[in-house]
């Protein structure tokens, strides 16, 4: 059984996402379709690029993939279907796919030429259907596109790195459900530029100088829980999708806050690191 996961700022109250649904179903009524979120800021390719990039190896090899976000077509915003470690993407040219591709090689990419068969203002439901449809059948690539070998870069997808390396500056790509802030500062990028030096994390007026394994390390258990008063400090982690992430210790936007709004962080806010000389 095919199945087909859904990322889109189409949010719950309009029909779009039902009617996406429904378009699949009446092709393929036996498929299984995958809500990953319908809930990612309008036309927001950083957050939907996040999303996708750590959603979609949960899921079985050939899965197929379709992003709705800002995919009307114009000259400077086509279609694209791309093969990438044996899964299937299907969205707009508008570098939503540069941040899985700038780690993992795709294996083939094809500009979608079907749009003269099809008339639409709503080119999730019927264009993208279709091809998703026509890939669940076993259609290839080739069918619905001409090879391309590039794709549209996201901008700042790579934080800046002084010339002497001692400071990388990367900046805001996701805000989460809790108000974590997620920047585009990678784990092992970060490694190969620190080379076990010290550092000071800033992020406006806030300074951090080190990174946790988990939240919940900033919790000394030694001492009783009545006394340790740790909901909402501060602190930094690497995520599970190996991002760096700065976040308060059991955010709550109703009671505590959250790091995006106690620290005032917004998406493409810098986040710099400065390492210290020995």
């Known amino acids: ?30 498929v299984k379709i995958v809500d990953i979120s319908h809930s990612v800021s309008p036309f927001s390719i950083p957050e939907a690029a996040y999303i996708i990039q750590n959603a979609y190896n949960s899921f079985p ?49 094809v500009e979608i030429n ?10 999730v439901l019927d264009v993208f259907v279709k091809v ?7 259609g290839t690539l080739d069918i619905i596109g001409k090879a391309i070998t590039e794709i549209k870069p996201i901008k ?12 990388i500056i990367g900046s805001v790509i996701y805000i989460d459900n809790y108000g974590n ?3 585009n500062i990678k784990h092992g ?24 394994s988990k939240y919940s390390d900033i919790v000394n258990f030694e001492i009783p829980e009545e006394k340790r008063h740790d909901e909402g400090r501060g602190l930094v982690v690497f995520n599970s999708g190996g991002f760096l992430e700065i976040a308060l210790y059991k955010s709550n936007t109703t009671t505590v806050g959250s790091a995006s709004s106690l620290m005032g962080l917004g998406i493409m806010d810098a986040v ?5 000389k020995e």
Request: glycine share 6%; hydrophobic share 40%.
């Open 61 to 109: 090899k050939g899965t197929i993939h379709i992003i709705g976000i800002d995919s009307e077509i114009n000259p400077e915003n086509k279609h694209i279907a791309i093969k990438l470690d044996d899964h299937f993407f299907i969205c707009a040219n508008n570098g939503i796919m540069s941040m899985i591709c700038s780690e993992i090689a795709p294996e083939k990419i």
């Open 132 to 138: 998703a449809c026509h890939i669940a059948r076993g």
């Open 181 to 183: 802030v997620v920047t």
């Open 189 to 212: 990028f970060f490694e190969t530029i620190q080379k076990g030096r010290a550092f000071e994390i800033s992020a406006r007026n806030y300074k951090f100088k080190s990174i946790f």
């Open 1 to 30: 059984m095919a199945i087909i996961t859904l990322t889109t700022d189409f949010g719950e109250k309009d029909h779009f996402a039902g009617a996406t649904k429904g378009a699949i179903y009446s092709e393929l009524p036996d």
């Open 156 to 167: 700042n997808i790579v934080p800046y790195v002084n010339e002497d390396k001692s400071q």
């Open 272 to 276: 710099s690191i400065n390492f210290i």
């Open 114 to 123: 079907i749009h003269d068969k099809i008339q639409t203002s709503f080119p």
